[in-house]
């Protein structure tokens, strides 16, 4: 998995700031989580291939998670996109978009489908043979989720050396990396635990945008390999978090530690502290493992 940054900050965009985008790429699928303005700009300092993205998935329906996707959908055919493109978000999304195409007269030149989400449990959004997304129901002024990204479990690995000296055949290969025994001319069996390695441990990431403090989501997101948690303020402004409906990075520390996430990375901060290291600071103090998403960042995970 590589998680790019493309806008970590909360509320407005500023000249040295954008607000939240993330780009997720698993085993060759690139996902676009959320979609603030400025987001297409982003995508092209970055340097990121944008037309490999097939699934957008909006987390909530406040501006600065989502001004920058009829943007995007415009350029996509500007482009001469060709490829459907699924969108996930909340109900009221499908409206949003299709009302601003109608009345500027600028439909899509490809597929464009609404998945839109209303239920307050954690459901299945997208699956293939390589991923699964389901929905991590979040607690925010507006009806809200957050995404978890699971890797399936990837074949296994050939042990060329065993493989060779049993002198087998290379059309069996990929039954082997299924998990299959092979049975010789001479009628041997030979057990694939000893033809093949264990295949690489999946990962997982889960990314929590807006939201109070909500232990409910403690079950869905259970040792979850990265945990993106939104940290909008610190310690010193609980009382407004409380009142908009966010959380300090002491809070998305909590979580993290009662999920055992190993890794957490903190993001949607309030511009008005001097440095977010303050909120790399606050967090270790009860979760050791923090990093800080910024703008550009970009996290092997």
């Not at 603030?36 to 092209?44: A, D, K, N, P, S």
């Not at 890794?263 to 967090?283: C, M, P, V």
């Amino acid at each position: 998995m590589k998680l790019t940054i493309l806008g970590c900050y909360a509320a407005t965009p500023r000249t040295i700031t954008n607000p939240t985008s993330q780009l997720l790429e698993i085993k060759n699928r690139m996902f676009l989580i959320d979609c603030g303005e400025g987001t297409q700009v982003q995508l092209r300092k970055n340097k990121i291939k944008f037309s490999k993205i097939n699934q957008v998935f909006i987390s909530h329906l406040h501006g600065d998670h989502f001004f920058g996707l009829i943007g995007l959908i415009s350029t996509f055919s500007l482009l001469g996109r060709t490829t459907d493109l699924h969108i996930y978000g909340p109900k009221g999304i499908k409206e949003i978009v299709i009302l601003q195409l109608r009345l500027s007269n600028s439909w899509t030149n490809y597929g464009l489908f609404f998945h839109e989400l209303e239920s307050n449990e954690s459901v299945v959004v997208f699956e293939d043979d390589k991923v699964l997304v389901t929905t991590i129901p979040l607690k925010h002024r507006v009806y809200t989720n957050g995404f978890l990204f699971q890797e399936k479990v990837g074949e296994r690995k050939l042990n060329m050396d065993a493989v060779l000296n049993y002198e087998i055949e290379s059309c069996y290969y990929q039954k082997i990396k299924n998990g299959k025994d092979i049975t010789l001319e001479d009628g041997r069996v030979i057990p694939n635990a000893e033809l093949t390695f264990d295949p690489i441990q999946p990962k997982s990431y889960a990314f929590c945008s807006d939201t109070v403090y909500h232990e409910a989501i403690l079950p869905i997101i259970e040792n979850v390999d990265v945990l993106y948690h939104e940290s909008t303020f610190l310690e010193s402004e609980q009382s407004l978090a409380e009142r908009t409906l966010h959380s300090t990075a002491k809070e998305a520390a909590r979580i993290a530690l009662k999920a055992n996430a190993k890794q957490l990375i903190l993001g949607h901060y309030s511009t008005r502290y001097d440095s977010i290291n303050l909120f790399k600071d606050e967090a270790q103090a009860v979760f050791s493992e923090v990093l800080l998403a910024e703008d550009g960042a970009t996290f092997e995970l």
